[in-house]
């Protein structure tokens, strides 16, 4: 099933979340062994690869933002009440804020620092404001604190996941896995 159902998340939604889990986990070692890595050819690369997967996620993001819009979302399992079920909407809707903040604080980052570079070394990215070194200093804050809500929030986000299957033994973790398409109501 392509489309999300009232039952369960559909094969595109399910793709994006966990495409999008594995590069974002990659993406916080990238940027922490990029930024300790001595001055060489090799930071260079490791950056390279860090703002260009960055910015592919910055497309992701868009495009998972649009697909929940225009498709339905699986209902809550009755078991979960209407705090926990708001409190979730909270949690995801930071995530997504994370998901935006993240790649577009490291581009003010590279813009402010007048640092060109080519996506995945081939086309050169512009620029989005001029070089300017005290803009640079505070959006190299944000990106690093937003670094850190991020990988709290997704402790969080993977602890509850991890609740609602082993304590609350219901449906929630199984109807995002891969491999589920016939979900079960608990
Ligand atoms: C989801 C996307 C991203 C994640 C999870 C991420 C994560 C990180 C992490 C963990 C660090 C090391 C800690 C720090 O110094 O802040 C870092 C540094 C950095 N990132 Fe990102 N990043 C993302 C997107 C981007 C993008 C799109 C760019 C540029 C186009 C970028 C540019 C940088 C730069 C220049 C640094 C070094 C900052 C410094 O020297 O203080 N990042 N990033
Ligand atoms: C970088 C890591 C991750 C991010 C950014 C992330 C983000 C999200 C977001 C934004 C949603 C809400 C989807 C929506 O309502 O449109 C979601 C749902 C979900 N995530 Fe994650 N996720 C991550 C990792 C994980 C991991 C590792 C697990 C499993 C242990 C997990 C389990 C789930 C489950 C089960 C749902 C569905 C919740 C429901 O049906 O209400 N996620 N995730």
Same mark, same amino acid.
């Given at each position: 099933?392509?489309?999300?159902?009232?039952?369960?998340?559909?094969?595109?939604?399910?793709? =994006?979340?966990? *495409?999008?889990?594995?590069? *974002? =986990?990659?993406?916080?070692? $990238?940027?922490?062994? /990029?930024?300790?890595?001595?001055?060489?050819?090799?930071?260079?690369?490791?950056?390279?690869?860090?703002?260009?997967?960055?910015?592919? $996620? $910055?497309?992701?993001?868009?495009? !998972?933002?649009?697909?929940?819009?225009?498709?339905?979302?699986?209902?809550?399992? &009755?078991?979960?009440?209407?705090?926990? %079920?708001?409190?979730?909407? $909270?949690? %995801?809707?930071?995530?997504?804020?994370?998901?935006?903040?993240?790649?577009?604080?490291?581009?003010?980052?590279?813009?402010?620092?007048?640092?060109? #570079? !080519?996506? #995945?070394?081939?086309?050169?990215?512009?620029?989005?404001?001029? /070089?300017?070194? /005290?803009?640079?200093?505070?959006?190299?804050?944000?990106? #690093?604190? =937003?670094? *850190?809500? #991020?990988? /709290?929030?997704?402790?969080? %986000? *993977?602890?509850? &996941?991890?609740?609602?299957?082993?304590? !609350?033994?219901?449906?929630?973790?199984? !109807?995002?896995?891969?491999?589920?398409?016939?979900? %079960?109501?608990?």
């Amino acid at each position: 099933m392509i489309f999300n159902t009232e039952q369960s998340w559909g094969a595109v939604a399910k793709a =994006l979340h966990w *495409i999008m889990a594995i590069l *974002i =986990l990659t993406m916080f070692v $990238l940027g922490w062994v /990029a930024v300790t890595y001595p001055l060489s050819p090799t930071k260079l690369d490791l950056f390279i690869w860090h703002k260009s997967i960055g910015l592919s $996620l $910055l497309g992701l993001v868009c495009v !998972r933002v649009i697909w929940r819009m225009v498709n339905t979302t699986p209902t809550p399992p &009755a078991v979960v009440s209407p705090l926990e %079920h708001t409190l979730a909407r $909270l949690g %995801h809707a930071t995530l997504y804020l994370l998901m935006i903040l993240m790649p577009l604080s490291g581009y003010v980052i590279n813009s402010t620092a007048g640092f060109g #570079f !080519r996506f #995945f070394g081939w086309v050169r990215v512009p620029n989005l404001i001029p /070089a300017n070194k /005290a803009w640079q200093d505070i959006a190299e804050t944000v990106h #690093f604190v =937003l670094f *850190i809500v #991020f990988v /709290a929030v997704i402790v969080i %986000h *993977i602890a509850a &996941a991890l609740r609602h299957h082993f304590v !609350r033994n219901n449906n929630v973790l199984t !109807r995002m896995l891969p491999s589920s398409s016939i979900p %079960h109501e608990k």
